[in-house]
């Protein structure tokens, strides 16, 4: 496996759409956030029209099925997520073990200002549990691109045990998320991080 580098945004969204009219945008940002606050089956395209002050027509026009918006929504806070955490990256300022460490710190952050309901993947997945949906790619996609980014992260700590080590981390992370997300306890994500840094450390001693 190569060597890990900063976590690189998927080309294939913009998280700031320039394709979108501003129509469109307003179609979108409102769906996201509708969808987040309340869940996606919850909420028609009459409630989304309405609130963005739209047309049905321009909301079809646009876009041509709820189910686009609904990809549409995942995918662009999937691609501001990595932005965000591309951030936490400096693979010349970091140690290996502390890249690792910045997702946690990432994610704290992110959930703190944008995931007050927990993680929107992990609540999408909840409604969307049919691989035929076409949101369900992204979601899926999601959570994959996150363990590759763990395993990625980990072979720099230990080349050797980078698989077992990826898929530790991701649990910690995932856990994480969802604890954080239901509120079961207080600082979830500092217990894990500790937990990752005991792992890390680990991991160095026996390579």
Same mark, same amino acid.
Request: aromatic share 6%; hydrophobic share 45%.
């Given at each position: 496996?190569?060597?890990? /580098?900063?976590?690189? @945004?998927?080309?294939? @969204?913009?998280? $700031?759409?320039?394709?979108? &009219?501003?129509? #469109? +945008?307003? @179609?979108?940002?409102?769906?996201?956030?509708? *969808?987040?606050?309340?869940?996606?089956?919850? @909420?028609?395209?009459?409630?989304?029209?309405?609130?963005?002050?739209?047309?049905?027509? &321009?909301?079809?026009?646009? *876009?041509? =099925?709820?189910?686009?918006?609904?990809? $549409?929504?995942?995918? &662009?806070? $999937?691609?501001?997520? +990595?932005?965000?955490?591309?951030?936490?990256?400096?693979?010349?300022?970091? /140690?290996?073990?502390?890249?690792?460490?910045?997702? *946690?710190?990432? =994610?704290?952050?992110?959930?703190?200002?944008?995931?007050?309901?927990?993680?929107?993947?992990?609540n999408a997945h909840a409604e969307i549990s049919d691989p035929a949906h076409p949101a369900y790619a992204v979601?899926?996609?999601?959570?994959?691109w996150m363990l590759e980014l763990f395993t990625r992260l980990a072979h720099d700590v230990s080349p050797d045990? #980078?698989?077992?080590?990826?898929?530790?981390?991701?649990?910690?992370?995932?856990?994480?998320?969802?604890?954080d997300g239901l509120d079961v306890f207080p600082d979830a994500f500092g217990r894990a991080r500790r937990l990752?840094?005991?792992?890390? =450390?680990?991991?160095?001693? &026996?390579?």
């Open positions: 496996m190569p060597p890990s /580098s900063a976590p690189h @945004v998927s080309p294939a @969204v913009d998280p $700031d759409r320039p394709d979108l &009219t501003p129509a #469109a +945008r307003r @179609v979108l940002e409102t769906a996201s956030r509708l *969808f987040y606050e309340r869940g996606i089956h919850a @909420v028609g395209v009459d409630l989304i029209a309405a609130e963005a002050g739209v047309t049905k027509k &321009t909301l079809y026009d646009r *876009f041509g =099925s709820k189910e686009r918006i609904v990809v $549409d929504y995942l995918a &662009t806070r $999937d691609a501001r997520w +990595r932005a965000f955490l591309a951030g936490h990256h400096d693979p010349a300022a970091l /140690s290996p073990g502390e890249r690792v460490l910045a997702v *946690f710190d990432a =994610s704290q952050e992110w959930m703190a200002a944008h995931s007050g309901k927990g993680c929107s993947m992990v979601i899926t996609g999601q959570k994959q045990a #980078a698989r077992e080590l990826g898929r530790s981390l991701m649990l910690l992370h995932e856990g994480a998320l969802v604890s990752a840094a005991y792992l890390l =450390s680990a991991a160095r001693e &026996t390579r």
